[in-house]
């Protein structure tokens, strides 16, 4: 079992940039493809990206490319989100996730463990 906590959430403007972290506790981080998932209000749980084990492959969703990168640091238990040019449309209340599986997985069943999420709040 992998544990996790998100950190690094907040008010921004729109344009701005914020830098989500996610400390892992348990098994050991280098085991899991940590994904990072989004859900506004009224809406679904949107996949963000994910980069695998290794730390070497990473996926986003086409509404983040560009924008959003990911990055992990096996090391020290910590999968980060590095979120620039920040919309409106980002606002939402923001997961990591971890996975046992060796492929990148792009939607929520993919993944066995969550964090609590922390808020991410984009003012116009």
């Known amino acids: 079992q992998v544990q996790l906590v998100e950190d690094g959430g907040g008010l921004v403007q729109a344009g701005g940039s914020l830098r989500l972290s996610c400390a892992a506790s348990?098994?050991?981080?280098?085991?899991?493809?940590m994904g990072w998932f989004r859900q506004a209000p009224g809406k679904e749980r949107e996949f963000v990206g994910a980069v695998a084990r290794s730390g070497t492959r990473t996926y986003y969703s086409d509404s983040v490319k560009g924008r959003f990168s990911i990055s992990r640091d096996n090391a020290n238990n910590k999968v980060y989100l590095q979120m620039n040019s920040l919309e409106f449309e980002d606002t939402a209340v923001y997961y990591c996730a971890a996975s046992e599986s060796s492929m990148i997985r792009t939607t929520s069943a993919g993944y066995s463990y969550w964090g609590q999420g922390t808020q991410v709040t984009v003012s116009l």
């Open positions: 348990g098994r050991r981080f280098s085991d899991y493809g």
